[in-house]
T-cell receptor, first 115, second 111 residues
Framework: DVKVTQSSRYLVKRTGEKVFLECVQDMDHENMFWYRQDPGLGLRLIYFSYDVKMKEKGDIPEGYSVSREKKERFSLILESASTNQTSMYLC??????????????FGSGTQLSVL | QKEVEQDPGPLSVPEGAIVSLNCTYSNSAFQYFMWYRQYSRKGPELLMYTYSSGNKEDGRFTAQVDKSSKYISLFIRDSQPSDSATYLCAMRGTNAGKSTFGDGTTLTVKP
């Protein structure tokens, strides 16, 4: 089975801190994604990556950056955390962008609280 | 206006009931339609995947897509307590892995 592992289940940070959220997948997938999930707003795409060292902005990239130095690892960075970034963060991976049957595999999420 | 609107719920049904979950959308470029199931404190997992209009059945689950009405549905027959979860519809066009999700409907099936 595909496994997408997010490094932390719960995280509490202070306003202004730099925050790193790590995600690792073990199925050699080309594509990786970061979403945030908020009540009433659903899942919103922050950034995605089709390949190592490549990144594309999603729908809500402001205040975030990403890093993909290795195929299996995709990091989300909050340069200066703010309270409105308190959310559930979900990492996902998939193979073959745009292909019929392309499926997203999600990690279990990181619940980030910014105080 | 959101591109994808999902019936908000929550929905509570007795065990054995037929459940209907629905989404509407506005982007006619959407061609791939998915339903994800998300248990509490877990990430979403893909439940059903359909391309274009039509029906697709998998066990107790049937996904229906009507592109002319921009409407998709997920039917669950003989619902079980283990079906209690949040169900998310998602859809995308042809050119990227960028799926657009509905807000989710939380379903509780009572024994």
């Amino acid at each position: 089975d595909v496994k997408v592992t997010q490094s932390s289940r719960y995280l509490v940070k202070r306003t202004g801190e730099k925050v790193f959220l790590e995600c690792v997948q073990d199925m050699d997938h080309e594509n990786m994604f970061w979403y945030r999930q908020d009540p009433g707003l659903g899942l919103r795409l922050i950034y995605f990556s089709y390949d190592v060292k490549m990144k594309e902005k999603g729908d809500i990239p402001e205040g975030y950056s990403v890093s993909r130095e290795k195929k299996e690892r995709f990091s989300l960075i909050l340069e200066s955390a703010s309270t409105n970034q308190t959310s559930m963060y979900l990492c996902a991976s998939s193979s073959r962008v745009g292909a019929v049957g392309e499926k997203l595999f999600f990690g279990s999420g990181t619940q980030l609280s910014v105080l | 206006q959101k591109e994808v609107e999902q019936d908000p719920g929550p929905l509570s049904v007795p065990e054995g009931a037929i459940v209907s979950l629905n989404c509407t959308y506005s982007n006619s470029a959407f061609q791939y339609f998915m339903w994800y199931r998300q248990y509490s404190r877990k990430g979403p997992e893909l439940l059903m995947y359909t391309y274009s209009s039509g029906n697709k059945e998998d066990g107790r689950f049937t996904a229906q897509v009507d592109k002319s009405s921009k409407y998709i549905s997920l039917f669950i027959r003989d619902s079980q307590p283990s079906d209690s979860a949040t169900y998310l519809c998602a859809m995308r066009g042809t050119n990227a892995g960028k799926s657009t999700f509905g807000d989710g409907t939380t379903l509780t099936v009572k024994p």
